[in-house]
């Protein structure tokens, strides 16, 4: 019983061993594709830094980098904790395997010295014979070959005992090895992080010596941002007017078709409503069947929706935000860093509704039911107006800001006319 519980203790152990594994796995792997993304950062704010000439895009990168290091720190610091649970649970299993094999051994030489008082045939002979009956000899007859198959079982579990001893023991090493690699990689990003910050603060010092340079920067971003709203909101609203027109040509129709049976079955016609009926922009938008599928398939990849782009990292996120310059703004969507030339797709099917050059770069729209997706700061197209598009297909490529040389792609999401955080839509990168 008691070797059966600690084969019971040991499996549980491995079990939870395995849970954490799994968790570290999935930082490790994470922390891996935020080095891969600081490393891109840092090499395309180097190309952007070689101008000597401060701009906004360098700010956004500073930005971007830092943002990411501190990600990078924070999964270290779970990195760490993990491990330190696995070191923990590693201690115990040590030291329990410890007092098993402790326990084990007595109970081995025990059985030796046993075994060594009785070592004689005569001895074994005057045990058996020494029985009250035939019965209680026939026990002690079986006892005595059970006793040493029973040592020698008990020998291979120390043995067994043992190597798992050894095994954990070697495990608990390697663990400690790898959490003061995980503790010097902490110090040199933290490091890192505070140059970045220093360098941050250079370049917003430099920006406001050129407050001209920076205020046009602005005003030009800005107006973009603003022409893209307008050339947005159009768009949905054209939709949901078309849709709600339809709607009431569709109800018009079927009044028409009610009133005409009922004159030609002599019927009184069905009374008309003094008021049309107030829909939601929802249910507009959803009217037809078609609509209504494409709109629940589209909810339902939430957290699922291939990125527009094949590489690349979020360099704004969505929402309000104050720039380190102390100016407060919002984004409606998400800019993507990615490789200069790289295609932007279609996160789902749907349907193009809107192709429009917005000073200088090209937006594209496709509506998926009530839902609508914006791909913006396009130097290319190659589709059009009303063309039905299919999950992942090319709709052109990304522009790049000659001035920085920056390439992003710029991707929304709304539903009806309101806009959504699209990272919490696309799937993890």
Known sequence: MKFLKAVFFII???IAVDVHAQSSAELKRRRDKLSEELEQLNKDYQETASNKKATLKQLSLLKAQINLREEKINIINSEVRN???????????????????????????????????????YNKLMFIFA?????????????????????????????????????????????????????????????????????????????????GQLKQQQRDVQAKIAKTNREIGAAIRREIEEARRKAEEEAREAARIAAAKAKAENKAPAPVAAKPVVRSTSSILNATPEAAKLSNDFLGNRGRLPWPVANGGITQGFGVYTTPEGIKSESTGVDIRTNQGSSVRAVFDGEVIKVVDVSGTYLVMIRHGEYFTVYANLRSVSVARGQKVATKQVLGTVATDPSTGETEAHFEIYKGVSAVNPKIWLAPN
Do not use: C, P
């Open 12 to 14: 549980t152990v491995f």
């Open 83 to 121: 491990l330190d649970n696995q070191i923990s649970e590693s201690n115990n299993t040590v030291h329990s395997l410890q007092n098993q094999l402790d326990q084990l051994k007595k109970e081995y030489a025990a059985m030796v010295l046993f075994a060594y008082r009785n070592q004689s045939a």
């Open 131 to 211: 029985s009250k009956d035939f019965n209680q000899a026939y026990k002690r007859l079986k006892y005595l070959q059970q006793f040493g198959t029973y040592r020698e079982r008990q020998a291979g579990y120390i043995q067994g005992t043992q190597k798992e001893l050894h095994v954990k023991i070697t495990e608990l090493d390697k663990n400690k090895q790898e959490k003061n690699n995980l503790l010097a990689d902490q110090e040199k990003e933290k490091e890192t992080l505070g140059k970045e910050k220093n360098n941050q603060v250079k370049v917003v010092s430099d920006l406001s010596q050129h407050q």
